[in-house]
């Protein structure tokens, strides 16, 4: 019995437990997605962006450990997946691209929308080929596969639009991709590890997700050190909850208490993480890096001892070389602060807190309009959230507060393009979750400028009847833009945003649209919006001079700031 090219692909991913397709239809596509049509227990999701695609199967891929499916036609069609892919890649997705191309005798011919796939894809990709014969197949389709599931990471296969109905020769199944090995490292390297830590009197845990299947050895490893532990916003998944040791995120989004623990420690382990940003690290310490990718090790700060291996594989090892910490001032200081920082920040989130007399005089400096503070808004999502809510964020000020106010209890998940920092993520990352787990609450905390950048797919959500919940904080400018030149001393330029009503833009389009102007009325709002069945935005009116201060605020910082008001005021005087 033989096979087309495109019914070899199609059966391949259903045995690869693909259930969703995401993409835009197209000529060059037609032999694939006729197969899909026609493929019991696999489904089409025909977006309007094939950037919204790539992200809706990176999110997919993301939350389930499998394989994510994307498509896009010839030429443009397949550039438009390419930010979504960096976002994948960025994120070690495992993600298959199949895209569309030329007539095979057309390729090198500058024919009509052609795109050199291979070379577009080159930098996003750990595997990209042309099929350029039926022969090839399925063999090509198990080394894409077998490259995105072990190296996490893009494959992009390109067929050309005349292949995907030709007969293929050998007819077989496509062989699984096997699972990542799970290694540690040798004794000697944990044995000089174990040294350096029992070595120290003041350890500090730096937890990335690439610690989240390691959680119970993460907590032993704290307890016995009695180690405060910094999480990155992605460990906030799986380590933030039931955890008397962490003291949240450092950064620009961070705060206090986990910039202290990290300055005041003699030892610093790294689990799991390529945390990026230098600045943020301590000086004059030892460090253990534990990290799967050995290319990780060493490259964001000088490390001491480096491990390359799966955290808790190498834990398991580790702990029984390591000796108990009796002095646990390191961790309660660092705890004490954390729990002051977090009561201070949900004083300055109460609605109330405007009325008050302290709230009336900021508001006269930064919210003379009175809308309503986005600390706020974020807190009451927490509140009225389901335990086990899927959230996404938008990169700039949504995920600020979000890092802030929202706890991932229970089983939640967290979800952002937080590796790549684009704009108009969370909106198609929520997209794909909702359609991985259906009955699943899905969260997204919307920008703005994230929003109407892919607002088309907002279509996508309405036509498969998919109960997503977008909580838009619309202040009316692209916020961590005008926070940035602020800081650096120049005035507010280019960010401002002339928005529409969101709400009614999305009631327009066959979604429930719920507008809130007054913080009396936001709480309610929320649960309504949350309670509501089927899709919901939420277009909230948010201050747009509410500032997120960062865990260690420089005099530079402020004076920039300063400077910066001086001249948004007299640059208002004279319009």
């Given amino acids: 019995m033989t096979r087309t090219v495109a019914r070899a692909i199609v059966d391949a991913l259903k045995e690869l437990d693909v259930r969703h397709v995401f993409g835009v239809v197209g000529d060059a596509l037609n032999p694939l997605t006729d197969a899909i049509r026609t493929t019991d227990g696999i489904e089409w999701i025909g977006c309007r962006h094939e ?14 450990g499998r394989l994510g499916v994307c498509m896009g036609t010839v030429g443009p069609g397949s550039v438009h997946l390419l930010n979504g892919l960096y976002d994948a890649a960025k994120s070690h997705a495992p993600v298959l691209a199949v895209c569309g191309q030329v007539p095979l005798a057309e390729l090198g011919t500058d024919y009509f929308q052609e795109v050199d796939n291979d070379q577009l894809f080159r930098d996003v990709a750990v595997y990209r080929a042309t099929v350029t014969s039926p022969q090839q197949m399925p063999r090509m389709l198990e080394s894409a596969v077998r490259a995105a599931v072990t190296q996490g990471g893009v494959a992009v296969l390109t067929v050309p639009g005349d292949l995907g109905e030709q007969e293929i020769e050998e007819d077989r199944s496509v062989r699984l991709a096997p699972d990542r090995p799970v290694t540690r490292p040798d004794d000697p390297a944990l044995a000089e590890a ?88 301590p000086s004059g310490c030892k460090v253990v890096q534990i990290d799967t990718r050995a290319e990780h090790l060493g490259r964001r700060i000088p490390v001491d001892a480096p491990l390359a291996g799966d955290v808790g594989a190498t834990l398991r090892a580790l702990l029984p070389r390591l000796e108990a910490t009796t002095d646990r001032s390191h961790l309660d200081d660092a705890r004490s602060r954390f729990d002051s920082w977090t009561e201070d920040q949900h004083r300055l989130a109460d609605p109330r807190h405007d009325r008050r007399w302290t709230g009336r005089l900021r508001a006269l400096v930064d919210n003379r309009d009175h809308d309503v503070r986005p600390e706020a808004l974020a807190l009451a999502v927490d509140r009225h959230a389901a335990d086990d809510a899927v959230f996404t964020s938008d990169t700039g000020m949504a995920t600020v507060w979000l890092s802030r106010f929202v706890t991932l209890r229970g089983t939640r998940r967290l979800l952002g393009s937080y590796n790549l920092g684009s704009m108009a993520n969370a909106m198609p990352q929520a997209l794909g979750a909702q359609l991985w787990d259906p009955d699943r609450q899905v969260i997204a905390f919307c920008g703005d400028g994230g929003l109407s950048m892919l607002l088309g797919d ?57 507008r809130v102007t007054d913080p009396d009325a936001l709480d309610d709002a929320v649960r309504q919006a949350l309670e509501a069945p089927g899709p919901v935005l939420l277009d909230v009116l948010t201050n747009p001079r509410e500032i997120a201060v960062p865990a260690k605020p420089t005099v530079g910082q402020g004076w920039g700031f300063a400077i910066a008001k001086v001249k948004e005021t007299l640059a208002s005087d004279r319009d």
């Avoid at 910094?230 to 949240?248: C, I, M, R, S």
């Avoid at 986990?258 to 790294?270: E, I, K, R």
């Fill in 51 to 64: 950037e919204a695609a790539a992200f809706a199967a990176g999110a997919q891929a993301q939350l389930s």
């Fill in 194 to 281: 174990a040294r350096l830590v029992n070595a120290g009197s003041r350890t500090t845990l730096l937890v990335g997700r690439g610690a989240r299947e390691a959680r119970e050895e993460v907590l032993r490893l704290a307890e016995l050190l009695a180690a405060p532990m910094v999480l990155t916003l992605k460990a906030k998944e799986g380590f933030e909850h039931d955890n008397p040791y962490q003291v949240g995120q450092t950064g620009l989004i961070g705060n206090p208490a986990a910039s202290h623990a990290l300055d005041g420690c003699d030892t610093l382990v790294m689990l799991g993480t390529d945390f990026p940003y230098r600045d943020w690290y």
């Fill in 458 to 514: 907002l279509m996508t959500i309405k036509t498969y009847r998919l109960p997503v919940k977008l909580v838009l904080f619309d202040n009316r400018r692209l916020g961590m833009v005008k926070l940035e030149q602020e800081q650096a001393g120049l005035p507010e330029f280019g960010t401002e945003l002339d928005n529409p009503d969101f709400a009614a833009v999305a009631t327009a389009l066959g979604l429930t649209g719920i």
